[in-house]
């Protein structure tokens, strides 16, 4: 039959694992508890002749399903990379021998482990089926950018050099965005001493030049619909026509907007004409071009400026920005020397409770203003007094003592609002299940906000990209920087998080190889970061499913909609492969080719539990493949030690955790169960983004549930771990073992 089940498991001697182990009692084992038709050992599988081994046997035995008994599945990946068979990995070296000691009197149970792992290898490996692709859609190379500033601009010509023809879309008249309504820029080249021309004018020149660069202004997205590969925009203009374009990915540039210096009446901004914003200091330098800048009240010189920074930002007072908008600092030194290039007479003072000036030459820069003569004073602001020269108030907090100083002009450090769009569903309500309880009634749920929407998507859970807490559009800068929570929709710029204009530049170039990698990836039906290439998407059995939408509501990517009986519509280009939706599926009806239910509940139960008398328990670690397996790896690459009645199994994400995993494993016997997931929180590190978070969520039911069964709720323990915490893990799992030790073995086994 075609489709044959053939296990080959093959067995490596190298890296110490056949001094350590009997490879020679593994192998039985693969033999006759994993059914494994072909087993094979191999002194080092990775060698092109142990790799030639196993690719003869797919070619000439018909092994289709390879298991590999070795390293880590993080380890050797290019190597064991096999075409149309499926792969399974028993970790012997991180996951056995290395974390446990090599003494007499441990070897029993280290073996025992290396057992296990190949019982669960072959028992994953047989409910696992060969992913294949879609086969929906073909590459679309074009890539729409939304907004034409300083980002969209650089973010179209690096996409353009690299073959991909782009269209922005610009709501103005004009391209440029903030940065063209910029006087001078913060230095970008050594010696970073002086104010650089901004460069827009050859930006524009340069996207007007291209071919490859189509241009639309006034313009704006009224609906944006289908998914990576095939999104299908309707771009409008003030004139009323509409154009659909097809496009492959989506770069959000949409950048932001200054900060409402009404609110900070305090300072006296709007009732007097001499207190003004840094973008508004901007337009005067400008009308100036290099001579004397004068005040708006009545014309005069200046002769006394002063900045203040953070005014209305990094503050929890009701109205104002928590965030540092990182930039306004060399902003305002940048300004101040709009007046000391002029006059070096001129009183140019800064007045700042914490000076930062990011960059390659922020030091420099500072440096520089300090020689030109700026005053920096570290003070807090209370209060400008308007008159006919504005009296600023403040405390000095270097002499400790209040002081006033009347100048001519004060110039606001205001700060960034993200451009980003509408909030999500889930962000303007904390009912949404009560929303979908009214949905299923066939009741309307109307969302209403005043923020104007950037891309208009045609997404269930909302007309934009998500946000964080700040506002600014969902991304995080160290595991998925440009990435959003709808795939193949990149974010650039301020819109992503506050930036000066190199920053921008640079972001646009990195969104703009995300979006070009996605459009490839998309075509071949491959799944975005961070499961970069998986073919598989998740399907589901319509006779099981009771249409709860959990999983529609759950999926942190919006990539399941509803059909109209009510069904769950996977749409596999938005699918990020986390499983989300198959740990949130009540029923277990959702699953993987390559991932579902059965290859980790199979695993689990392929474990050899030993009954009470025996006095080894069993310990399950449910570990994040992201981070938590990775730290676990590199705590045993520092050889730390932990229990050698610890079973891991690697999951996609926490997310995808079924409570039935839980369920099972305590029935057969299991001791405790760990799950290490990310990070989850507004400052979360899950590569999903709620998975983690959604994880913690079920998890907090079950130790009600097991103290109905008279277990103890410390049977079951989640960690939110991150890549780094390599002395964390081993201490997590050796704890879970004195507790079970202290709380005795669970009575379910049998």
Not at 34 to 59: N, P, T, Y
Not at 112 to 135: F, H, I, L, Q, T
Not at 433 to 455: F, P, Q, T, W, Y
Request: glycine share 8%.
């Amino acid at each position: 039959m075609a489709d044959e089940i053939k296990i080959g498991a093959y067995i490596c001697n190298g890296c110490g694992i056949g001094d350590r182990l009997d490879s020679g009692q593994l192998e039985m084992t693969a033999t006759r508890d994993g059914k494994a038709a072909v087993c094979k050992q191999h002194d080092f599988l990775c060698s092109d002749e142990g790799v030639k081994l196993i690719q003869d046997d797919i070619d000439n035995e018909g092994v289709n399903h390879v298991v590999i008994a070795a390293c880590s599945r993080r380890a050797k990946t290019e190597a064991f990379s096999f075409d149309n068979v499926t792969l399974s990995r028993a970790n012997l070296r991180e996951g056995v021998i290395w974390v446990r000691p090599d003494t007499e009197d441990q070897q029993e149970t280290t073996q025992e482990m290396a057992d296990d792992y190949v019982r669960m290898a072959c028992a994953e490996s047989k409910y696992m089926k060969v992913p294949a692709a879609s086969g929906q859609q073909g590459v679309n190379k074009n890539i729409l950018i939304a907004g034409g500033g300083i980002s969209g601009m650089t973010a179209a010509l690096e996409a353009s050099k690299a073959g991909y023809p782009c269209t922005i879309v610009e709501k103005t008249g004009a391209l440029g965005g903030a940065t063209a309504k910029l006087y001078k820029k913060i230095p970008t080249k050594s010696p970073y001493a002086d104010p650089q021309d901004t460069g827009v004018a050859e930006l524009i020149a340069a996207v007007e030049a291209d071919s490859n660069i189509t241009v639309c202004l006034n313009s704006t997205l009224t609906k944006t619909a289908g998914a990576p590969g095939r999104f299908e925009a309707d771009i409008s203009t003030e004139s009323g026509s509409t154009e659909t374009k097809s496009f492959g990915a989506i770069v959000q540039a949409s950048g932001f907007k200054p900060y409402d210096a009404n609110q900070l009446t305090e300072f006296s901004y709007g009732k007097s004409q001499d207190v003004i914003t840094q973008a508004e200091l901007e337009e005067l330098a400008i009308a100036a071009d290099g001579g004397p800048i004068k005040r708006p009240s009545d014309g005069k010189e200046v002769e006394n400026v002063m900045f203040i920074q953070c005014a209305g930002q990094r503050s929890k007072k009701e109205g104002h920005l928590e965030h540092c908008s990182g930039f306004c600092c060399s902003a305002s030194i940048k300004q101040a020397m709009y007046f000391k290039d002029q006059n070096p007479d001129i009183d140019t003072t800064v007045l700042y409770t914490d000076l930062r000036t990011p960059g390659a030459g922020g030091e420099n820069f500072y440096r520089s203003g300090q020689k030109k003569g700026i005053i920096f004073t570290k003070g807090i602001a209370s209060e400008v007094v308007h008159s006919k020269n504005p009296i600023v108030k403040f405390k000095d907090l270097i002499l400790d003592e209040d002081v006033e100083d009347e100048v001519d002009l004060v110039v606001l450090a205001t700060g960034m609002v993200a451009n980003a769009g509408q909030p999500t569903r889930a962000e303007l309500t904390d009912q949404d299940n009560e929303d979908i309880a009214s949905e299923k009634a066939g009741e309307e749920v109307e969302i209403r906000v005043d923020v104007e929407s950037i891309l208009n998507l045609d997404y269930r859970q909302g007309k934009d990209v998500p946000h964080m807490a700040n506002g600014f559009a969902d991304s995080h800068f160290i595991c998925f920087p440009y990435e959003t929570q709808r795939t193949g929709i990149y974010t650039a710029g301020p819109t992503r998080r506050p930036m000066d204009t190199q920053q921008a530049m640079d972001d646009a170039m990195g969104a703009a190889m995300k979006a070009i990698s996605e459009a490839e990836n998309a075509g071949l039906g491959k799944a975005a970061h961070p499961r970069v290439a998986d073919l598989s998407f998740p399907s589901f059995r319509a006779e099981g499913c009771t249409q709860c939408k959990r999983c529609t509501v759950e999926c942190p990517f919006g990539a399941i909609n509803e059909t109209e009986d009510g069904y769950p519509e996977f749409n596999e280009s938005r699918c990020r492969r986390c499983g989300t939706c198959m740990g949130a599926c009540p029923v277990r009806v959702i699953s993987f080719e390559n991932y579902s239910i059965d290859t980790v509940g199979q695993q689990l139960k392929a474990v050899d539990i030993p009954d009470e008398f025996d006095e080894k328990p069993r310990i399950l670690v449910l570990a994040c493949e992201n981070d938590a397996y990775p730290a676990l790896d590199m705590a045993a690459q520092n050889r730390l030690e932990y229990s050698a009645f610890t079973r891991i199994i690697p999951v996609r994400c926490l997310g995808s955790v079924s409570l039935s995993w839980i369920t099972d494993s305590m029935n057969s016997g299991y001791d405790g169960i760990i799950l290490m997931g990310c990070p989850s929180g507004d400052d979360y590190q899950c590569h999903f983004v709620k998975g983690s978070g959604t994880a913690q969520e079920r998890m907090g039911k079950v130790g009600d549930t097991l103290e109905s069964l008279s277990l103890e709720k410390e049977r079951v323990q989640t960690f939110e771990i991150s890549i780094t915490d390599i002395h964390k893990v081993p201490k997590i799992i050796n704890d879970m073992a004195e507790t079970i030790e202290q709380i005795g073995m669970s009575p379910f086994k049998f």
